[in-house]
Antibody
Framework: QVQLQESGPGLVKPSETLSLTCSVS????????WSWIRQPPGKGLEWIGY???????NHDPSLKSRVTMSVDTSRNHFSLNLKSVTAADTAVYYC???????????WGRGTPVTVSS | DIQMTQSPSSLSASVGDRVTITCRAS??????LAWYQQKPGKAPKLLIY???ALQSGVPSRFSGSGSGTDFTLTISSLQPEDVASYYC?????????FGGGTKVEIK
């Protein structure tokens, strides 16, 4: 059974960079797509982007150039960097797997991130 | 970008009732639609993909239908464990957009 586990700081200061890692166990990183999805408090789900096992990426245009994603196949994990954060980036961040870059069949439990000074 | 609109935003129904949730896309997406269930404090769980295909392990009381712009998720007989928020998600092209969600409660 595939398991995903998010890790990273729970508190980030405004204007700094939010960095999260998702560790994958029970299966290989390849040949899947790995997404980051977030949920602001009391709100719905927002797709941030995905990284393919090869390293290619795609992300929501609304996040412009703030998003960087990478994958480390040797360590079976992938990462998210979101720079220049504001309070609007406060959310629970989930990592998730998709076979085809489409829908998400396995999710991590989520990690809360607060942006505050 | 294509917008996904769900209705209603919340509903209350009795155990055993048939419940229907609607998701509308602002442009046609063929059958590239998934449905998720999210219980309070938990990660979302995939219920339906390709508009009507039931994910392995999901109870058969859940079903999906539709194509193009209009889709429905139906719970044929609501159970107490179905209390959750439900989200649709389109995936014909990126960005992979979710609907605003529907909160289902027991009356």
């Amino acid at each position: 059974q595939v398991q995903l586990q998010e890790s990273g700081p729970g508190l980030v200061k405004p204007s700094e960079t939010l960095s999260l890692t998702c560790s994958v166990s029970g299966d290989s990183i390849s040949p899947y797509y790995w997404s980051w999805i977030r949920q602001p408090p009391g709100k719905g789900l927002e797709w941030i982007g995905y990284v393919y096992y090869s390293g290619s990426t795609n992300h929501d245009p609304s996040l412009k150039s703030r998003v960087t994603m990478s994958v480390d196949t040797s360590r079976n994990h992938f990462s998210l960097n979101l720079k220049s954060v504001t309070a609007a980036d406060t959310a629970v961040y989930y990592c998730a797997r998709s076979r085809t870059g489409q829908y998400f069949d396995f999710w991590g439990r989520g990690t809360p991130v607060t942006v505050s000074s | 970008d294509i917008q996904m609109t769900q209705s209603p935003s919340s509903l209350s129904a009795s155990v055993g009732d048939r419940v229907t949730i609607t998701c509308r896309a602002s442009q046609g997406i063929s059958k590239y639609l998934a449905w998720y269930q999210q219980k309070p404090g938990k990660a979302p769980k995939l219920l339906i993909y390709a508009a009507s295909a039931l994910q392995s392990g999901v109870p058969s009381r859940f079903s999906g239908s539709g194509s193009g712009t209009d889709f429905t998720l139906t719970i044929s007989s609501l159970q107490p464990e179905d209390v959750a928020s439900y989200y649709c998600q389109k995936y014909n092209t990126a960005p992979l957009t979710f609907g605003g969600g529907t909160k289902v409660e027991i009356k």
